[in-house]
């Protein structure tokens, strides 16, 4: 069974940092585009950052742009979401998913197609 891993919330002060990490399974990961999820109370899921395939391209939301870091260890079949300078309306469930069908630009640009989903781990930013 294809499954995606989600480790490394947990509670930071505001201008903190914390790593997050999606480990799969049951996938080669290289061959797959990875994006981050995240869904506070009350607010819609966004995307708010992907990593393409053997090109890591990068992409991330406005909102988290020059503090957040994605980056995949094939190796591990893992990949990381560092963020830093934690601000409190980064306090969210966060959620690592894959596309049905592997990689692909489509994926990164639009966090549409998301065919797997891990089970989220809370990041609460909070003084």
């Known amino acids: 069974q294809l499954q995606l891993v989600e480790s490394g919330g947990g509670l930071v002060q505001p201008g903190g940092s914390l790593r997050l990490s999606c480990a799969a399974s049951?996938?080669?990961?290289?061959?797959?585009?990875i994006a981050w999820f995240r869904q506070a109370p009350g607010k819609e899921r966004e995307g708010v950052s992907c990593?393409?395939?053997?090109?890591?391209?990068?992409y991330y939301t406005d909102s988290v742009k020059g503090r957040f870091t994605i980056s995949r260890d094939n190796a591990k079949n893992t990949v990381y979401l560092q963020m830093n300078s934690l601000k409190p309306e980064d306090t969210a469930v966060y959620y690592c998913?894959?596309?049905?069908?592997?990689?692909?630009?489509?994926?990164?640009?639009?966090?549409?197609?998301?065919?797997?989903w891990g089970k989220g781990t809370l990041v609460t930013v909070s003084s």
């Open positions: 049951g996938l080669v990961l290289e061959r797959y585009a």
């Open positions: 990593i393409d395939t053997t090109d890591s391209a990068q």
């Open positions: 998913a894959a596309p049905l069908y592997g990689g692909g630009s489509y994926f990164c640009t639009t966090y549409r197609g998301v065919g797997y």
